[in-house]
């Protein structure tokens, strides 16, 4: 099992910055791939952004250029950082580790970017 606790969510004004984090614990070394997502009201769950073991990062084209995932292996803590907020950025956000068979998911934090 992988526990997954996101936290480091708020309200911020247009053009702020936040910056998530997910820690993580339990049988770590069983996942592979780490991401970020993200649930605004009356929408589906959308992926946001992605990072393998290897390092490699990918972005939907929305955030390109605004937020950047990261990870600590050393901390087991993945990150979000998210700048030049925008309002449609509002959203519950999610961080999801996967392995070979089981995906987990944390409990969300809640970004709310006011205009």
């Known amino acids: 099992q992988v526990q997954l606790v996101e936290s480091g969510g708020g309200l911020v004004q247009a053009g702020g910055s936040l910056r998530l984090s997910c820690a993580a614990s339990?049988?770590?070394?069983?996942?592979?791939?780490w991401g970020w997502y993200r649930q605004a009201p009356g929408k589906l769950r959308e992926w946001v952004a992605a990072?393998?073991?290897?390092?490699?990062?990918q972005y939907i084209d929305s955030v390109k250029g605004r937020f950047t995932i990261s990870r600590d292996n050393a901390n087991n803590t993945l990150y979000l950082q998210m700048n030049t907020l925008k309002p449609e950025d509002t959203a519950v956000y999610y961080c999801?580790?996967?392995?070979?068979?089981?995906?987990?998911w944390g409990q969300g934090t809640q970004v709310t970017v006011s205009s």
């Open positions: 999801k580790a996967s392995g070979a068979l089981t995906n987990y």
């Open positions: 339990g049988n770590i070394f069983r996942i592979n791939h």
């Open positions: 990072i393998s073991s290897g390092g490699s990062t």
